[in-house]
Structure formats: structure tokens, C-alpha cells
T-cell receptor, first 116, second 114 residues
Framework: GAGVSQSPSNKVTEKGKDVELRCDPI?????LYWYRQRLGQGLEFLIY????????KSGLPSDRFSAERTGESVSTLTIQRTQQEDSAVYLC??????????????FGPGTRLTVL | GNSVTQMEGPVTLSEEAFLTINCTYT??????LFWYVQYPGEGLQLLLK?????DKGSNKGFEATYRKETTSFHLEKGSVQVSDSAVYFC?????????????FGKGTLLTVNP
């Protein structure tokens, strides 16, 4: 079946502009995660959604970052007033659940964001 | 908090050489440990995992043993192939309340030459 998909694959924007990144999880996966990978760094956790529970936003680096998810489907990550330090690859992952043996996270190909 | 430290790359080997990529971690409780691989132009894929001390994860000829006494999860392969060229990430998932988050190392780029 289809894996996690993300769009766009590449985004170049000017400093100060807003950007919106999209993630389509695997169908039936209730848990969805966003991570960020800056050059030369490991992946950093940003936010986590599980069903209709309140999301864990503890990894969002500033209030310019926000994310939404409608039910158990698509999620969007929005970065307002982008800064050059926001340049990174943004990865989305989904899993059947968040606990137990069905919590393997499947990753999308990522969106490479470049802020000029 | 949790952290993962892995061997800095890049690592360059000849085909059929022995591979070790070191990974150590800091975490409370009993984390689960993972190796992910990212082939050129592809997304991150789970390579292997171990969920408790002394477990050995294995896949595609790669192995890693969860060593709680040394807080390590080193990745090994006896004979690498050109097709193993990729970036390898060590990661952990904590056992506490936020046990859905993965904490990653910085990644190690492996290049295998024919």
C-alpha cells in the first residue's frame, strides 16, 4: 500500500514569508509525528498527534510554528515569518498507534525547506 | 533528557569489509533502541530494533545488541556491499510518559566502494 507522502518535496522561500507543509499518513494510522532535520544534526521531534487527543507540541521551537491534523488524516505544518534558521528537512511519520507493538513509525520522504 | 551519540562520519569502506558504527545512549528507565537507514533519495526506513537488554536486532545482515551495562547499541555487518551505502541513524524511544517520541543521533554516512 501507499506509504507516508509529503508535499512539496522542495520549498524555497524568502525570509519573512509563511510556508505550509503537508503530510498524508498511511491510511488507518492514528498517530502522526513531525520531525525536523537541520544540516549535520539528528532529527528533532516537533509535534505528535494521536487520534482526537490533545497534541504534544513540546518540540515546536517557537510560536511561529503550528500544526493541525483533521481526525486521522492529513496534517499541515505551518511556519510563519520564516527565518533562515528554519531551513531544514521536515519529516513526517505515522504509526498504527503510539504504544505497544504497533508503534513502528513509518517516515515520509520529507520536505526540504530553504529560507533565503 | 534522552540523548543518542553515534560515531561521526563519513565512513568509507571497500566492499566485503567489516562495518561497525558505534552508538551510545543516555536515558532513564528501559528505552527501546533502533537503527534507521536512509538510502540516497529515499525516506528513512527502520533497519532493526531491540526492546530490552541483551536483545539482538538483525536485518539484511546487520546486527546490533542492546547492552544496558555499557548503554550501547553498536551496528555491525560482517561484509558490506555497495548497496549498503546510506546514512545510518541510531535512535531511542523512552519508556516514560512521552514514550512515542524518537530521539535520534546525528547520523553516519557510509560509503562502500567496489
Amino acid at each position: 500500500g501507499a506509504g507516508v507522502s509529503q508535499s512539496p518535496s522542495n520549498k524555497v522561500t524568502e525570509k519573512g514569508k509563511d510556508v505550509e507543509l503537508r503530510c498524508d499518513p498511511i491510511s488507518g494510522h492514528t498517530a502522526l509525528y513531525w520531525y525536523r532535520q537541520r544540516l549535520g544534526q539528528g532529527l528533532e521531534f516537533l509535534i505528535y498527534f494521536q487520534g482526537n487527543s490533545a497534541p504534544d507540541k513540546s518540540g515546536l521551537p517557537s510560536d511561529r510554528f503550528s500544526a493541525e491534523r483533521t481526525g486521522e488524516s492529513v496534517s499541515t505544518l505551518t511556519i510563519q515569518r520564516t527565518q533562515q534558521e528554519d531551513s531544514a528537512v521536515y519529516l513526517c511519520a505515522s504509526s498504527l498507534s503510539s504504544t505497544g507493538g504497533t508503534n513502528e513509525q513509518f517516515f515520509g520522504p520529507g520536505t526540504r525547506l530553504t529560507v533565503l | 533528557g534522552n540523548s543518542v551519540t553515534q560515531m561521526e562520519g563519513p565512513v568509507t569502506l571497500s566492499e566485503e569489509a567489516f562495518l561497525t558504527i558505534n552508538c551510545t545512549y543516555t536515558a532513564t528507565g528501559y528505552p527501546s533502541l533502533f537503527w534507521y537507514v536512509q538510502y540516497p533519495g529515499e525516506g528513512l526506513q527502520l533497519l532493526l530494533k531491540a526492546t530490552k537488554a541483551d536483545d539482538k536486532g538483525s536485518n539484511k545482515g546487520f546486527e546490533a545488541t542492546y547492552r544496558k551495562e555499557t548503554t550501547s547499541f553498536h551496528l555491525e555487518k560482517g561484509s558490506v556491499q555497495v548497496s549498503d551505502s546510506a546514512v545510518y541513524f541510531c535512535a531511542l524511544r523512552g519508556s516514560g510518559g512521552s514514550n512515542y517520541k524518537l530521539t535520534f543521533g546525528k547520523g553516519t554516512l557510509l560509503t562502500v566502494n567496489p
